[in-house]
Structure formats: structure tokens, C-alpha cells
């Protein structure tokens, strides 16, 4: 709502010109590195049996909250405009609506860049 009172549009709730439809996705992710000889040396396994080959080890698990938001004409039932965002979702609460409105707001920049 702040963001589309920002762009001069105010909400009617008898008549609206528009909707808005929102998609909300949350992933769970992974963080990967490979391994290598410098920081990861081979092991010794018995005799004359040196091995070692290189792996994908997870070094951080987290999760990636992507944003949808649709501005559907409502006359027409046609979508007017779509944004999307992806980004990582903090785990500290006290920086999750921070990050929440920080993508609602990159959403919306890209309308004016349009």
C-alpha cells in the first residue's frame, strides 16, 4: 500500500481499477564449495593407496524467499504490469520485515524504470 500511495494511487475498496495479486515462494537452499588440495588434502587408505578426488561439500544451509506481485486490470481481468525478486530471507525476526520492505520497494523501482 505504501509503496503505491508513493505512485499516487489510493485504495478503493468498492471500486478498484486494479488488483493485486501476490506469490509468496520459500526455498530452502544449500551453499556449496569444492574441495581441493590445498584446504582439503587426501587421505591415506591402506597400502600404497593414496586417493583422492574433489567433491561438492555444503558449507551453509539457508533460505531464498522470492516476491510475485501482479497488477491486474480489473475491468479486463488482464495483468498490467508483473514484478519478481528474489533474495535471501535473514534469520534474525528483527530483519525480516527490514528485508520485506526492501523488496516490496525494488519491486516497485522497476515500474518507474519502465
Do not use: C
Amino acid at each position: 500500500a505504501k509503496q503505491l500511495a508513493a505512485r499516487g494511487l489510493s485504495e478503493d475498496p468498492s471500486s478498484p481499477e486494479l488488483k493485486i495479486n501476490l506469490g509468496i515462494v520459500i526455498e530452502n537452499k544449500e551453499q556449496t564449495r569444492e574441495t581441493n588440495l590445498a584446504t582439503d588434502p587426501f587421505m591415506y587408505t591402506g597400502q600404497r593407496n593414496y586417493t583422492w578426488s574433489s567433491q561438492e561439500i555444503v558449507v551453509n544451509n539457508y533460505k531464498e524467499g522470492t516476491l510475485t506481485v501482479h497488477l491486474v486490470d480489473s475491468e479486463t481481468n488482464q495483468a498490467a504490469w508483473a514484478g519478481v525478486v528474489s533474495e535471501i530471507i535473514p534469520n534474525k525476526q528483527a530483519k525480516k520485515q527490514e528485508a520485506i520492505e526492501k523488496a516490496v520497494q525494488e519491486i516497485f523501482e522497476s515500474i518507474d524504470n519502465n
